[in-house]
């Protein structure tokens, strides 16, 4: 277990609007990511409407619009995709000035943002909550001085000379060991809030119970599929392959379905929060590029449950957890920011460049603990085509120090160290 705490903070916290504003909130992500605690807490004083229970749609269907606001007033509204006429009706008494904040929480992304094109255009700020990161397992609810993690430097208009020169190398003690928990923690179990307090034979339980609920719920919402048996297949094959370059064509020969239909099923799980996908960098800088994306099951939990993986991690899983650390941050915290891949035909081959207003930082992931100096080989030669674009680069790894490697500005980094603060 993390912590006889299991109350952890969320870093959406510092964006989510507070309610002096005159605004509408959506607030979605995949389900159990902890959508209706933050909302309660964040907005402890409005009503909280789920529309889960058949008797609170037809009680909200049966309010007029020009009602909306005395009889419900500024509120939470849980699921809300499940009465389709909310939106219109929220509409009405937000333009009419009659209400003045509005919560809307949801985890069918797709069903949601038609919603909100349809009705709400210009009026809603999106906000997405995702699985547990490294940084909120490590932060308690009741910690009083909350650190953003070394990663938000990334952000900044520095060079990562600037950024590591002055942390410490090493940490000791319990300094260290927290932080490594927190890793140990997310690359077994993943970032569900709902796993904390649970034992190990209880997690294993509740995330094949999730499986079949996103199948039986979510899948339900996007698309009415007579057979759930091929997608359940689709499902652990694209989980195995986390990592690798996408291949539709091979994940529907495996499957024993058409093409099409495997772009479709991965569509359903983009939209759902369950896969993304890593771009190849879109200049050619070197060499002829293979322009095909790289597919990452977003929570290691559930990756594991669908890939039978209950041991060690190894294989994708490392590279995994640090791509998806690296888009959660950049999405809970709204940066301006894109992940990419590099790799040429002739065989050069980068994990992350991540673009920033500021610059381009490489990023090469090894799951071991110690690194070499061929491990930056990529990144020197990348280097020097993208010239003033280049803001350094980092080899992320299993190790202990954050060390200067060598010259331009390429850094060995902890995964650890990087996630937390």
């Not at 008494?93 to 209400?99: C, E, L, P, R, S």
């Not at 759930?228 to 379905?257: C, H, V």
């Not at 930056?376 to 085509?385: L, Q, S």
Request: charged content about 30%; overall charge positive; glycine content about 6%.
């Amino acid at each position: 277990m993390m912590s006889e705490n299991t109350q952890k903070y969320r870093f959406l916290t510092k964006l989510i609007p507070g309610r002096q504003k005159r605004r509408i909130v959506l607030l979605t992500g995949a389900r159990q990511t902890g959508k209706t605690t933050l909302a309660k807490k964040a907005y402890a004083d409005l009503r909280y409407i789920n529309l889960d229970a058949p008797e609170n749609r037809e009680f909200l269907n049966a309010v007029s619009s020009d009602a909306w606001h005395k009889d419900i007033g500024d509120a939470v509204i849980d699921e809300a995709q499940k009465e389709p006429l909310v939106f219109e009706k929220i509409k009405y008494a937000y333009d009419a000035g009659n209400i003045a904040f509005q919560v809307l929480l949801g985890s069918s992304q797709i069903l949601l943002l038609k919603k909100i094109r349809e009705s709400l255009a210009g009026r809603v700020s999106i906000y997405e909550l995702w699985p547990l990161m490294m940084s909120e397992l490590y932060t308690n609810l009741e910690d009083a001085d909350v650190k953003s993690p070394v990663i938000e430097h990334l952000f900044s208009d520095k060079n990562l000379d600037n950024v590591f020169e002055n942390l410490p190398g090493v940490l000791l003690g319990s300094d260290n060991s927290i932080r490594r928990r927190a890793e140990s923690y997310l690359l077994k179990w993943g970032g569900m809030p709902a796993l904390l307090p649970l034992s190990d034979e209880d997690r294993w339980k509740w995330l094949k119970d999730y499986e079949y609920t996103y199948l039986e719920r979510d899948l339900a919402d996007l698309s009415r599929l007579d057979d759930l048996g091929p997608f359940r297949k689709f499902q652990k094959l694209a989980a195995l392959r986390s990592g690798n370059l996408l291949n539709y064509s091979e994940l529907a020969r495996d499957t024993s379905i058409s093409v099409d239909t495997a772009r479709r099923y991965l569509e359903y799980l983009a939209v759902s929060y369950q896969v993304i996908l890593v771009q190849p960098y879109f200049r050619n800088i070197t060499s002829s590029t293979v322009k095909t994306p790289k597919i990452y099951w977003l929570d290691i939990g559930l990756m594991r449950q669908l890939c039978g993986f209950k041991g060690d991690d190894f294989g994708n899983i490392y590279e995994t957890m640090i791509v998806g650390e690296l888009v959660k941050w950049i999405k809970t915290m709204q940066k301006d920011a894109e992940v990419y891949f590099y790799r040429t035909r002739s065989g050069l081959e980068l994990d992350i460049l991540l673009k920033t207003n500021s610059g381009i930082i490489g990023m090469e992931i090894k799951g071991r603990k110690n690194i070499t100096a061929a491990d930056t080989r990529p990144m020197r030669d990348i280097a020097k085509k993208l010239g003033k674009e280049w803001r350094g680069g980092m080899v992320i790894y299993k190790g202990d120090i954050i060390g200067k490697i060598c010259e331009p500005s390429i850094w060995a980094v902890p995964s650890y160290r990087l996630f937390t603060a």
